[in-house]
């Protein structure tokens, strides 16, 4: 009986985590997030693999033809599969996609 219990227990864990990685319902589409990519340890040298990034915040006035100013956020670091044939410059900016619960992105250089 109680290898029943712990064998429904791992895997409503395992649900609620799958859960939790998966981006909630947007009525625009799917979930973007411009990032930047930044070493934690070794950064990749192979372009498909996952990335370490930073969420990045845009600021400034919204006017035709104003500046923006980008804030990453150096304290939250998530990680990113690239989906295209090139490895990102550390620190370049990119639209991140949200699917089915992972973040990617396509770097073509």
Known sequence: ??????????RHEAT????????R?????????????K????YPSSANAFFACSPVRIDGLETEGGAATFIADP?????????GSRVPPVGAKLIAQSCA???TFRFEG
């Open 101 to 103: 619960g992972r973040w």
């Open 25 to 37: 319902f947007a009525e625009d589409g799917s979930v973007a997030l411009l990032v930047q990519t």
């Open 75 to 83: 304290t939250r670091t998530f990680f990113v599969y690239n989906l």
């Open 16 to 23: 609620v985590d799958a859960d939790g990685r998966a981006a």
């Open 1 to 10: 009986m109680s290898y029943e219990a712990r064998i429904l227990r791992d």
């Open 39 to 42: 070493a934690v340890a070794l």
